[in-house]
C-alpha cells in the first residue's frame, strides 16, 4: 500500500470545500482514541476512525477514497458499529474498512477470564449435578465479572432466547441437554392440546407420555424446556415443562404448540430437554442460573490458555443504515446476541471477505437498497439463518439488484432447526452465484418475490433430519415467479422420514418458474407421496428443463390440486391468504404482473376442467427410479434414462462436465451443455477467513 497522507482538525478547519486527497486512518488495539490516527499513533477504537472520517468530509467534496485500516486484534463493540448518510463514500471515492491482517475481530461480548472460573463447593448445586460431572464443572458470577442482562427464556419460542452463548476458542458451547445427541421421542399422545394454527385458542397444553426415568431427576421449578417436532417435521418449537407426573410417566407442557402435539408425519415425534443443570454432564456444555447471576460450565480443555466470550450485544455488530459505497473487507464478526452485520437502505455498498460466525440470529442481513453486495465472505454457526438479501418494489416490479457471491454458507441453523435458511433472496431482481452451501438439518435456500437469479451454486447435505422439505423453497404465493433457478449442483439432499423431500420444492400453487441445467445426485426421497426431486406442490406453470438427474429415486413429482381447492384457495380460503397477496400485497390482474406474467390473465377466475400442468424438456436421468408423477407433461423425445454414463468427463471424481462427444446429444438433440466447470465459488475468489472445502 502506498504511504497516504491523514489530514487532521487543524488542517480541516483551514480547509475550504475544495476535493479533499485520499486518506489512511489506523486502528490497533494498542492504539489511542486521543491519537492522530496516522500508522505511528492509530487510534484505539473504530467508533473514534467514524468520527474522524465524518469529520474529514466536512471539509468538503470527496476525489480519492478513504480508507480505515484495522490491524489485527479483538475490539469488543458494546453497541453496533453504526454507518449513516455521514459516512458514506462514492462510486470514484468509497470509503472502506480493511482489516489490515487476517485476525481482526469485532465481537459483541464481554471476555471471561480464566481466573474467574472457581470449582462447584456448593452442596445443593453439587446435589443436581451428575456424578461424572461432579469437581469438572466450573463457575462464575456473571454480576462480579458486569455481565447483568441474562436475558430470559420464554414459555414457548423458535430459535434463541436473548440469553448470552458462550464460545471457547471460537467454538459454541452447548446449553446443557439431553440426550447430548439426537432425540428421544414420545412414547404416547395423552393430549394433543389447543391448535391456535386452526384458531382453537383454548390454551390447552399438550400432554404425553415419556419412556424411561431420565425426566424425574429433572427440577421443573428451576425450569425445563423441551425442543421438539411436536405435530410436523417440518416444523419445530420450544415450550417449557409445566409438570412431570413420575408415576404416569407423563409431561405436561405450559403451552400449546401452534400445531399441537400430534402425529403430522409419518416419523416418531421427537424432544429433547434443554437449559438443565441435571444434563450439564459432559465437556463442553454450559448452564446460566439466572437468579443468581452464575455461569456453569465444563471446559472442553484448559481454560487458563483460552479465550472465553459471553456474547452480549443484543443488536448488529455493524449497521450500514441508508449509507452507500461503503465497503467492509475482511473483518471477523462473532459472538453477539443479534445479526452480525446488517444492511439498510442505501446503495451500492460491499461486504468482502468477511467471516461472521458464531451469532445468535442471520450473520448478514441485507434489507432495502439497491445494487448492495455481498462477496467472497464466509458466513457459518449462526443461529437462525445465513445471508439474506431483500431488496427491490414487488408492486412495481422495480429490482433491487443486490448480489451474492462467491461465498461459503455453512451451519446457519443452530438455534432453529426448521426455516433458517442459509440464503435467502428477498423481493425483485437479487442474484446468488457461485456461492456453496451445506449443513443444514432443514431447507438451505428460499426464493421470496420476483426475477432473482440462483446460479452457478452447490447445494449439498441439507435437510438431512427433516420430512415434508426441500433444499431449495418457494411457496404459497403464486404472485411470486419469473425466478430462473440454473446451473447449479445439488447433492446429497434428503432424508428417508416418509413423507418424501426434494431438492427444488414449489409449494401450496406456486408456478412460475424455471429449473434449467442443473445436475442433481442422490437428490430427495418419494417418501408415501408424490414427492420428486424437482416437486410442485399444487402449482402450475414451472419448468423444469436441460437439467442431469443421476442416482435419484424420482426425478419430477408433483401433487396437483383439484378444480374445489383451487377455487376455495383463490377465494381465500385454506389458509394461503391469497386474496390478500395477489391483489393487495400486489395486483395481479393488472399491469406490470400481466404484462410481466400474460398467463396471470384469468388466474382469479380458475375454471372446473381448466388444464393446469408444469412442463417437463430435454432432462437427461441417469440411474433413477421413476420419471415423473402428476401434472407434468413433455414428450417421450424430450427425456432421456439410462442406467450408464451418459459422457460425463469423470463421474468418479464428481466432475459432471459433458464431453463433446457424449451420448445425451445423440439422444436429445435440443439438450444444451451445462458449464459445470463454472459452478461453484471461483477459483482465486477470497471465501472469508477460512477456504471454501468440499
Given at each position: ?38 500508522e505511528a499513533k492509530p487510534f484505539a477504537t473504530l467508533p473514534r476512525a467514524r468520527d474522524a472520517v465524518r469529520q474529514l468530509k466536512q471539509a468538503g467534496p470527496l476525489a480519492e477514497p478513504i480508507t480505515v485500516l484495522v490491524r489485527d486484534g479483538a475490539y469488543r463493540l458494546g453497541e453496533s458499529l453504526t454507518l449513516d448518510a455521514r459516512d458514506a463514500g462514492t462510486a470514484a471515492a468509497p470509503v472502506t474498512w480493511q482489516a489490515a491482517g487476517k485476525d481482526a475481530r469485532l465481537y459483541g461480548g464481554a471476555t471471561l477470564p480464566a481466573d474467574a472460573l472457581r470449582p462447584v463447593t456448593d452442596q445443593n448445586v453439587l446435589a443436581r449435578l451428575d456424578p461424572a ?77 415419556y419412556e424411561g426415568d431420565r425426566p424425574e431427576r429433572w427440577n421443573v421449578d428451576a425450569g425445563v424446556w423441551l425442543q421438539g417436532y411436536w405435530c410436523y417435521d417440518w416444523y419445530e418449537e420450544i415450550i417449557r415443562v409445566k409438570a412431570i407426573d413420575r408415576e404416569k410417566h407423563q409431561i405436561t407442557l405450559t403451552t400449546p404448540t401452534v400445531y399441537g402435539v400430534k402425529q403430522g408425519n409419518p416419523s416418531p415425534r421427537r424432544y429433547r430437554a434443554l437449559n438443565l443443570l441435571e444434563e450439564l454432564d459432559r465437556p463442553g456444555e454450559f448452564y446460566i442460573d439466572r437468579a443468581v447471576g452464575r455461569l456453569y460450565l465444563w471446559p472442553p480443555s484448559d481454560p ?391
Amino acid at each position: 500500500m502506498n504511504q497516504l497522507t491523514t489530514i487532521f482538525a487543524a488542517t480541516l478547519l483551514a480547509m475550504t470545500t475544495h476535493a479533499l486527497s485520499a486518506a489512511t486512518f489506523f486502528v490497533a488495539p494498542d492504539g489511542n482514541d486521543a491519537n492522530p490516527g496516522t500508522e505511528a499513533k492509530p487510534f484505539a477504537t473504530l467508533p473514534r476512525a467514524r468520527d474522524a472520517v465524518r469529520q474529514l468530509k466536512q471539509a468538503g467534496p470527496l476525489a480519492e477514497p478513504i480508507t480505515v485500516l484495522v490491524r489485527d486484534g479483538a475490539y469488543r463493540l458494546g453497541e453496533s458499529l453504526t454507518l449513516d448518510a455521514r459516512d458514506a463514500g462514492t462510486a470514484a471515492a468509497p470509503v472502506t474498512w480493511q482489516a489490515a491482517g487476517k485476525d481482526a475481530r469485532l465481537y459483541g461480548g464481554a471476555t471471561l477470564p480464566a481466573d474467574a472460573l472457581r470449582p462447584v463447593t456448593d452442596q445443593n448445586v453439587l446435589a443436581r449435578l451428575d456424578p461424572a460431572a461432579r469437581g469438572k464443572v466450573l463457575w462464575a458470577d456473571l454480576r462480579a465479572l458486569g455481565v447483568t442482562e441474562l436475558g430470559s427464556l420464554p414459555d414457548n419460542f423458535r430459535g434463541a432466547p436473548t440469553s448470552p452463548e458462550v464460545f471457547f476458542n471460537d467454538q459454541r458451547l452447548a446449553l446443557a441437554c439431553w440426550p447430548n445427541e439426537g432425540w428421544t421421542t414420545i412414547a404416547k399422545i395423552i393430549d394433543s392440546g389447543s391448535i391456535p394454527r386452526v384458531g382453537d385458542n383454548s390454551n390447552r397444553p399438550g400432554v404425553f407420555e415419556y419412556e424411561g426415568d431420565r425426566p424425574e431427576r429433572w427440577n421443573v421449578d428451576a425450569g425445563v424446556w423441551l425442543q421438539g417436532y411436536w405435530c410436523y417435521d417440518w416444523y419445530e418449537e420450544i415450550i417449557r415443562v409445566k409438570a412431570i407426573d413420575r408415576e404416569k410417566h407423563q409431561i405436561t407442557l405450559t403451552t400449546p404448540t401452534v400445531y399441537g402435539v400430534k402425529q403430522g408425519n409419518p416419523s416418531p415425534r421427537r424432544y429433547r430437554a434443554l437449559n438443565l443443570l441435571e444434563e450439564l454432564d459432559r465437556p463442553g456444555e454450559f448452564y446460566i442460573d439466572r437468579a443468581v447471576g452464575r455461569l456453569y460450565l465444563w471446559p472442553p480443555s484448559d481454560p487458563a490458555s483460552a479465550r472465553i466470550v459471553l456474547s452480549t450485544l443484543n443488536s448488529p455488530l455493524v449497521l450500514l443504515a441508508d449509507t452507500e459505497n461503503v465497503v467492509l473487507r475482511g473483518f471477523i464478526v462473532e459472538a453477539g446476541l443479534g445479526s452480525g452485520i446488517q444492511v439498510s437502505g442505501g446503495r451500492d455498498n460491499r461486504i468482502e471477505a468477511c467471516e461472521v460466525r458464531n451469532m445468535r440470529l442471520l450473520g448478514i442481513h441485507v434489507s432495502g437498497g439497491t445494487g448492495h453486495r455481498v462477496v467472497g465472505s464466509a458466513i457459518h454457526d449462526t443461529g437462525t439463518g445465513g445471508l439474506v438479501l431483500e431488496g427491490g418494489d414487488r408492486k412495481t416490479l422495480t429490482p433491487g439488484g443486490h448480489e451474492a457471491l462467491d461465498n461459503h454458507i455453512w451451519q446457519f441453523s443452530r438455534h432453529q432447526f426448521t426455516s433458517a435458511y442459509g440464503l435467502i433472496l428477498g423481493g425483485v431482481g437479487n442474484r446468488a452465484a457461485h456461492n456453496l452451501v451445506h449443513d443444514a438439518p432443514h431447507q438451505a435456500i428460499a426464493l421470496q418475490g420476483n426475477d432473482h437469479v440462483f446460479e452457478y451454486n452447490v447445494v449439498r447435505n441439507v435437510v438431512t433430519e427433516t420430512d415434508d422439505a426441500g433444499a431449495l423453497y418457494k411457496g404459497r404465493n403464486p404472485s411470486c415467479r419469473g425466478n430462473l433457478i440454473r446451473y447449479n449442483f445439488w447433492h446429497d439432499i434428503g432424508s428417508p422420514m416418509g413423507h418424501g423431500t426434494a431438492a427444488v420444492y414449489f409449494d401450496d400453487g406456486d408456478g412460475g418458474d424455471t429449473v434449467f441445467g442443473n445436475v442433481f445426485l442422490r437428490c430427495g426421497y418419494p417418501g408415501r407421496g408424490s414427492f420428486g426431486t424437482v416437486f410442485s406442490h399444487g402449482g402450475h406453470d414451472n419448468r423444469a428443463e436441460n437439467n442431469i438427474f443421476i442416482d435419484c429415486q424420482r426425478a419430477i413429482g408433483s401433487a396437483p390440486w383439484p378444480d374445489d381447492r383451487w377455487k376455495r384457495t383463490v377465494d381465500g380460503g385454506e389458509d394461503c391468504f391469497w386474496q390478500e397477496r395477489l391483489l393487495k400485497d400486489v395486483d395481479i390482474t393488472k399491469p406490470p404482473y400481466t404484462t410481466r406474467y400474460p398467463e396471470l390473465v384469468g388466474f382469479m377466475q380458475p375454471q372446473p376442467g381448466q388444464p393446469r400442468v408444469n412442463r417437463a424438456k430435454n432432462n437427461v436421468l441417469v440411474r433413477c427410479g421413476d420419471v415423473t408423477s402428476g401434472n407434468w407433461t413433455f414428450e417421450p423425445a424430450e427425456i432421456w434414462s439410462t442406467g450408464d454414463d451418459p459422457g460425463f468427463v469423470d463421474a468418479a471424481h464428481d466432475n459432471y462436465q459433458l464431453r463433446a462427444d457424449a451420448e445425451v446429444f445423440k439422444h436429445l438433440p435440443g439438450f444444451q451443455p451445462i458449464p459445470f466447470d463454472k459452478i461453484g465459488p471461483r477459483k482465486g475468489a477470497e471465501i472469508g477467513a477460512k477456504e471454501a472445502k468440499e
